[in-house]
């Protein structure tokens, strides 16, 4: 599939949320162009910025009609809607959606937010104090995930979707938040599955 236009794609290297999009345009052979704003320096909090998204973060997709679209994850859905990336039928769709809604509640913010604070907050950072109860509800949803792909190759329907873009993005670089991946072994052999998928890029490749 396709995109009519062109599209621009505002986010930060390092941001698994970005890398959603990037891992997602690269499957779909998308061409896009690509705008790195470092987030650690307020780049997302200028006027200029806040005027195509107002909650200042990356991602965001501006279309070739001047429409942007934020939040990665409705990003994922625009941008593989009507492609082998989503499921055809209604119940699978939603299963889609649960588990994309599953990455933002229960995933992203004990494993990305955890993340952040080890790679890019001072040692000293009084939001070091979080990490105990956020890295335990962390390992939490690891065994959610665990014991969904125990008897599955991906999370729905048996074939590889954005539900497994969306989880796989933090998923992947867990150790980073000083998460163990040791004690999930389905959760290892689908990060596997996920890595072997045609098109596949690192998190740390920059686009052309």
């Excluded at 809607?81 to 933002?104: D, K």
């Excluded at 933090?170 to 389905?186: G, I, K, M, R």
């Amino acid at each position: 599939m396709a995109l009519r236009g062109h599209v621009t794609l505002y986010d930060y290297l390092d941001s698994g949320n970005g890398y959603k999009i990037r891992l997602l345009l690269a499957q779909l052979e998308q061409r896009y162009r690509w705008v790195e704003l470092d987030i650690m320096a307020g780049a997302t909090r200028t006027a200029q910025f806040l005027a195509k998204n107002p909650n200042g973060r990356i991602p965001t997709l501006e279309l070739d009609d001047g429409t942007y679209l934020a939040e990665s994850n409705a990003i994922l859905w625009y941008l593989a809607e009507g492609s082998p990336f989503v499921p055809e039928g209604r119940i699978e769709q939603a299963q889609v959606l649960q588990w994309m809604f599953f990455e933002q509640y229960s995933h992203e913010p004990y494993v990305a937010t955890p993340r952040f604070i080890l790679k890019h907050l001072a040692p000293d950072s009084p939001r070091r104090a979080e990490l105990p109860d956020r890295l335990a509800r962390g390992r939490a949803a690891l065994g959610v995930m665990e014991t969904h792909l125990r008897t599955r190759q991906f999370f729905v329907s048996n074939r590889y979707s954005i539900c497994d873009v969306a989880l796989y993005a933090y998923t992947h670089v867990a150790h980073e938040a000083q998460l163990d991946l040791e004690p999930f072994p389905a959760v290892r052999a689908w990060l596997g599955r996920v890595a072997s998928q045609p098109k596949h890029i690192p998190i740390t490749r920059k686009p052309p």
